[in-house]
């Protein structure tokens, strides 16, 4: 083997790693979101805690992949490369957000055990149900830069949209029904708003996967329903 095939081999094998660790963050982050939505459910503060101080792994990972693409830079990469690279960043702060946000929801758990339990709970699973499969999903396009698969994922958030939307309003119109449950309601509002967030975040994800592919070119057209800021209870 000559030298320049020896190190466009070690290059590639460099490439395999980071991808290998971004989908290793983004395991890691569904498991904290579907661990934050459990405890939710069982209202056990215990765990809850333990998610919440699970979130350093999730940042570690991100920092040693901050540290593969700026190794990959110095090696001087082709502009096909560089793509690879800058999607592989954007890729890696989604999923850092990600799990931040199932932290959140775990911290928000501990206050809502403090108060009676809420029948609304099971719309806050519903909407986590949709988000841990748009990221799942997402990261499986990514794995198989899927144009499809990423571009299916970025229209169904307009679903996750009307099912967080709907949660919001009901919230709202319990909050004013009684003002027992203002608090609790609060918090569970704040968690929804977590779910939304991670939806968009899978949405930024499937769009770099359309980045990593055709660079510049348009995105097509997509739907968009959060109208919880103008939404009437």
């Known amino acids: 083997?000559?030298?320049?095939?020896?190190?466009?081999?070690?290059?590639?094998?460099?490439?395999?790693?980071?991808?290998?660790?971004l989908i290793r963050m983004g395991q890691m982050a569904v498991a904290q979101l579907e661990a934050a939505l459990e405890v939710v459910d069982r209202r056990d503060s215990s765990a809850a805690e333990r998610i919440v101080a699970n979130d350093e792994a999730i940042d570690a990972l991100e920092r040693q992949i901050n540290h593969d693409v700026i190794h990959l830079i110095r090696r001087g990469p082709l502009a096909s490369d560089l793509r690879i690279i800058l999607a592989a960043l954007r890729v890696a702060s989604d999923i850092e957000r990600i799990g931040d946000y199932a932290a959140n929801i775990a911290k928000r758990s501990l206050a809502l055990n403090l108060a009676p339990p809420l029948p609304h709970t099971?719309?806050?699973?519903?909407?986590?149900?949709?988000?841990?499969?748009?990221?799942r999903e997402v990261l499986?396009?990514?794995?198989?830069?899927?144009?499809?698969?990423?571009?299916?994922?970025?229209q169904r958030d307009a679903e996750l949209d009307t099912l967080y939307t709907g949660l919001f309003r009901e919230l709202l119109t319990y909050m004013m029904e009684d003002p027992r449950a203002i608090t609790p309601c609060t918090h569970l509002l704040f968690m929804a708003k977590n779910l939304e967030r991670i939806g968009d975040h899978a949405t930024n994800i499937a769009e770099n996967i359309w980045f990593l592919l055709h660079g510049e070119a348009p995105l097509p057209e997509r739907e968009k329903r959060d109208d919880s800021n103008t939404a009437a209870p």
Do not use: F, P
Request: no cysteine.
């Open 1 to 21: 083997m000559n030298e320049h095939n020896h190190i466009v081999r070690s290059y590639d094998r460099e490439q395999a790693t980071l991808l290998d660790e």
């Open 140 to 154: 499986e396009a990514y794995r198989n830069r899927d144009e499809q698969a990423a571009l299916r994922v970025r």
């Open 122 to 135: 099971r719309g806050l699973a519903a909407l986590g149900k949709l988000a841990v499969q748009q990221v």
